[in-house]
């Protein structure tokens, strides 16, 4: 396709239930990246990759949350022990690698925890 | 005090006039500034970008920035109800992440 895909569209968890959430970046774009949303709130940072390097964790909440991009294209965002915290709508974006190049979104992946 | 910042409103506009969105940010490294709109339960979607000082327009709207001043706003001319939503300014600096502000919720009022 020509977007960003993320699946699944909704995952409700039950607390302490391990989730995995996908994104296949648009093709030829370098720089990955996850994006935490709560309701009301703007977008925040998690991670970003550039290739399969995994070049800034600064976002990731706690040592519970686990990101991959082993062939530098597909990215999973796993998240161990969900809590009801962690319930939110989680953005992936893909870019070129330029200072002027915005990202692109995709539909994001609505997590409720129970 | 956060990185980006705006007003989260709401900000109610009549149909027809300018609205006009405002951004301020912190790090003064910031190079390459975005305005994104964020309809109800889907995600952002660019509307513009700009780099460098003065206006920059497309369409309907102007994208204004001051970097001196550390701010950026956007205006939207001939405002129509479908302009309707949360519109988000970002900053980057670097080809690293975006950072968001909280978002402006404007409505148009038919």
């Known amino acids: 396709g020509a977007g960003v895909s993320q699946s699944p569209r909704y995952k409700v968890a039950k607390r302490g239930q391990d989730v995995a959430l996908r994104c296949d970046p648009i093709?030829?774009?370098?720089?990955l990246f996850w994006y935490q949303q709560a309701l009301g709130q703007g977008p925040e940072f998690l991670t970003y990759f550039q290739n399969e390097a995994q070049l800034d964790k600064s976002g990731l909440p706690s040592d519970r949350f686990f990101a991959e991009r082993p062939e530098g294209s597909v990215s999973t965002l796993k998240i161990q022990r969900t809590q009801q915290e962690d319930s939110a709508v989680y953005l992936c974006?893909?870019?070129?690698?330029?200072?002027?190049?915005?990202?692109?979104f995709g539909n994001g992946t609505r997590l409720t925890v129970t | 005090q956060k990185e980006v910042e705006q007003n989260s409103g709401p900000l109610s506009v009549p149909e027809g006039a300018i609205a006009s969105l405002n951004c301020t940010y912190s790090?003064?490294?910031?190079?390459?500034f975005f305005w994104y709109r964020q309809y109800s339960g889907k995600s952002p979607e660019l509307i513009m970008f700009?780099?460098?000082?003065g206006d920059k327009e497309d369409g309907r709207f102007t994208a204004q920035l001051n970097k001196a001043s550390q701010y950026v706003s956007l205006l939207i001319r001939d405002s129509q109800p479908s302009d309707s939503a949360t519109y988000l300014c970002?900053?980057?600096?670097?080809?690293?992440?975006?950072?968001f502000g909280t978002g402006t919720r404007l409505t148009i009022i038919p």
């Open positions: 700009i780099y460098s000082n």
């Open positions: 790090d003064r490294g910031s190079q390459s």
């Open positions: 970002a900053v980057k600096a670097g080809n690293e992440k975006l950072t």
């Open positions: 974006a893909s870019s070129f690698d330029r200072v002027d190049s915005p990202l692109h």
């Open positions: 093709s030829g774009h370098v720089s």
